[in-house]
T-cell receptor, first 110, second 111 residues
Framework: GIQVEQSPPDLILQEGANSTLRCNFSDSVNNLQWFHQNPWGQLINLFYIPSGTKQNGRLSATTVATERYSLLYISSSQTTDSGVYFCAVEPVSGNTPLVFGKGTRLSVIA | DAGITQSPRHKVTETGTPVTLRCHQTENHRYMYWYRQDPGHGLRLIHYSYGVKDTDKGEVSDGYSVSRSKTEDFLLTLESATSSQTSVYFC??????????FGPGTRLLVL
């Protein structure tokens, strides 16, 4: 099945710093989403982005489907950005709605 | 936020007992999903539904069954719970099969 690799696995930032999270996938996809899981366990959908670029406040995401990767940018990070960021993809082939990567754990320190 | 609730939120049970988890939505979304989350594995799909009485298996469906008799409810049943099914279970919904919205999760401990 499709492989979804996220990097880095862990990231520690000082408040105010910028960061880039990466998601590589091994096959063509119909659907790519980014999620944030906060320290209390709640999962929030950040972006539905099978291709192109989207922005939402301090967060933006870019997916280059032909090269099989997506990037999540966090600018001017805040302590509330801490948590785990997941990338999830729906492969073109197969019958699986979404396959998740293992996530990037982000800690933002004041 | 999408109106999704899960019940119970926490459960402790014994090996061999049946367990049913409920996901309820007020959004009239067509698609519903059950995932489990375990350390080192991220989220893995157990079963999903693309309409009333229409369900399909995910990547970790063994030991689980589901039912969807009406749009708003999706039930996950562990027929005979095992310790390997100790996990956090998340329900998700989607209007069109694209963006998914997650419920708050259920923590299940099987002793």
């Amino acid at each position: 099945g499709i492989q979804v690799e996220q990097s880095p696995p862990d990231l520690i930032l000082q408040e105010g710093a910028n960061s880039t999270l990466r998601c590589n996938f091994s096959d063509s996809v119909n659907n790519l989403q980014w999620f944030h899981q906060n320290p209390w366990g709640q999962l929030i959908n950040l972006f539905y982005i099978p291709s192109g670029t989207k922005q939402n406040g301090r967060l933006s995401a870019t997916t280059v489907a032909t090269e099989r990767y997506s990037l999540l940018y966090i600018s001017s990070s805040q302590t509330t950005d801490s948590g785990v960021y997941f990338c999830a993809v729906e492969p073109v082939s197969g019958n699986t709605p979404l396959v998740f990567g293992k996530g990037t754990r982000l800690s933002v320190i004041a | 936020d999408a109106g999704i609730t899960q019940s119970p939120r926490h459960k402790v049970t014994e090996t061999g007992t049946p367990v049913t988890l409920r996901c309820h939505q007020t959004e009239n979304h067509r698609y519903m999903y059950w995932y489990r989350q375990d350390p080192g594995h991220g989220l893995r799909l157990i079963h999903y539904s693309y309409g009333v009485k229409d369900t399909d298996k995910g990547e970790v469906s063994d030991g689980y069954s589901v039912s969807r008799s009406k749009t708003e409810d999706f039930l996950l049943t562990l027929e005979s719970a095992t310790s390997s099914q100790t996990s956090v279970y998340f329900c998700a919904i989607s209007l069109s099969g694209e963006t998914q919205y997650f419920g708050p999760g259920t923590r299940l401990l099987v002793l």
